[in-house]
């Protein structure tokens, strides 16, 4: 069984080839960067398994885990992460993905999930997947739809209407339309007011 490993994390990918290789049956290489994994898949003997950490460079959320599944006529890829939400892994999934891994998980269910998904099965933790999400008892917060949360969050990082839209996976035309609403609704008349009030709000 070969996978392989693309994490910018150099402890936490060590350890996951570690933790795959003390198996006896698994094959692992690992990189830093999406780059290095798209080349690593066009060069190498076939993988049975790619594991993506959604957020390491160049990898572009769902961008990049479509790029890589349709790589060499096909991939089996599955995504890594530490912070993303719930609707990130249904989209995953729904984009073709092999499987969502947190990295919460416990070394012997991570090995488990690996062997599991490249196997040809497709894995979410049943836990992550039907965990009541945290919803902020928050003034504000209750103004708006999870959508729009979610675009006033790119807005206090600085990005531009475009990137929000590559990060949600819709089309920019839309985060458009969800900043004019949600600016109507929390009385901001642009971006940098918009990004103050959520502050002031304590919303992020």
Known sequence: MRVLIADDHDLLRDTLVMFLESQGDIET?????????????????????????????????????????????GQRVALISGEAT???????????????????????????????????????????????????????????????LQVLKGLTEGKSNKEIARDLDVLEPTVKLHVKTLYRKIGAANRTQAAMLAREAGLY
């Open 29 to 73: 290489a690992s990189v830093g960067t999406f780059e290095e994994a798209c080349s690593r898949i066009e060069a190498d003997a076939p993988y049975d398994l790619v594991l993506l950490d959604y957020n390491m460079p160049g990898m572009n959320g769902l961008d990049g885990l479509r790029k890589a599944i349709g790589l060499k006529g």
């Open 86 to 148: 719930r609707q990130i892994a249904e989209d995953a999934l729904e984009a073709g993905a092999a499987g969502f891994v947190p990295k919460s998980l416990p070394a012997k269910s991570l090995v488990n999930a690996v062997k599991f998904m490249a196997m040809g099965e497709q894995y979410a933790p049943i836990d992550f997947m039907t965990a009541v999400e945290d919803v902020t008892a928050n003034p504000m917060a209750e103004k708006l739809t999870n959508r729009e």
